[in-house]
């Protein structure tokens, strides 16, 4: 894919978090104070589920405040709330939830990129 030469200003929504199945930009952390996203890469969030204690810990440490609703994300399905108000959340897998598992269970190098390319297709639903 070709890379295009420009970024997308960085959107954080505190309703938007870093759960299992989100759908979030990419970009460089180097000479990038205002945060912006890369014009071509995002990624999905596997990360696991937090235990109570580890929540209130991570929230905490973090500086972040959550939604009741937004607890239960990261307590039953799971997620990465060190990346939230980071990096730009702008959708989330609403099908298929599984496929993330085996793509998180194929082998990678050290720079987890994984050893055979993983096709796969979206949908966008309005």
Not at 36 to 50: L, Q
Not at 64 to 81: A, D, I
Not at 85 to 93: A, D, L, M, R
Request: aromatic content about 12%; hydrophobic content about 30%; proline content about 5%.
């Amino acid at each position: 894919m070709k890379k295009l030469d420009y970024t997308i200003p960085a959107e954080f929504n505190p309703g938007c978090v870093h759960k299992k199945g989100a759908l979030a930009m990419a970009r460089l952390d180097e000479n990038n104070p205002e945060k912006e996203s890369s014009s071509t890469e995002f990624y999905f969030v596997h990360g696991s589920k937090y235990a109570e204690w580890e929540f209130d810990e991570d929230q905490k440490n973090l500086g972040l405040t959550f939604s009741p609703e937004q607890r239960k994300l990261y307590t039953t399905l799971g997620g990465e709330m060190s990346l939230d108000q980071k990096y730009t959340v702008f959708g989330e897998i609403t099908e298929g939830l599984e496929v993330i598992d085996r793509i998180a269970s194929v082998k990678v190098y050290n720079t987890e990129k994984p050893y055979k390319k993983i096709p796969f297709s979206i949908k966008i639903k309005n």
